[in-house]
């Protein structure tokens, strides 16, 4: 009922920089939360960066500094701005976004089917 289709990942050299976007589509009534996890082989899931609806921010310390999340609700898109990328940031990059579809009662987690990033020299 919520769809979240991400683009933007490839491969990049340390020091570089890549731009994400996702984009949430379907019968959507309300977005909290929207944001940005990531899974690196033989790691759990870990979250990079999260923006409310009202534009409050929060980042991994791993992040600060060099990732910027922003999100436009008009356009029911979140981005991730990754600059003085790392190899240690080489992982598949997911969206995630707290909606609610105007017959469910509460807000369910979606989950985008991720975009893969490699730093690498």
């Known amino acids: 009922q919520v769809q979240l289709v991400e683009s933007g990942g490839g491969l990049v050299q340390p020091g570089g920089s890549l731009r994400l976007s996702c984009v949430a589509s379907g019968n959507i009534f309300r977005i909290n939360d929207m944001g940005w996890y990531r899974q690196a082989p033989g790691k759990e899931r870990e979250l990079v960066a999260r923006?409310?609806?009202?534009?409050?921010?929060n980042y991994a310390d791993s992040v600060k500094g060099r990732f910027t999340i922003s999100r436009d609700n008009a356009k029911k898109t979140v981005y991730l701005q990754m600059n003085s990328l790392k190899l240690g940031d080489t992982a598949v990059y997911y969206c995630?976004?707290?909606?609610?579809?105007?017959?469910?009662?509460?807000?369910?987690?979606?989950w985008g089917q991720g975009t893969q990033v490699t730093v690498s020299s």
């Open positions: 923006v409310t609806s009202a534009g409050t921010t």
């Open positions: 995630n976004a707290v909606a609610r579809t105007p017959t469910a009662i509460t807000f369910h987690n979606y």
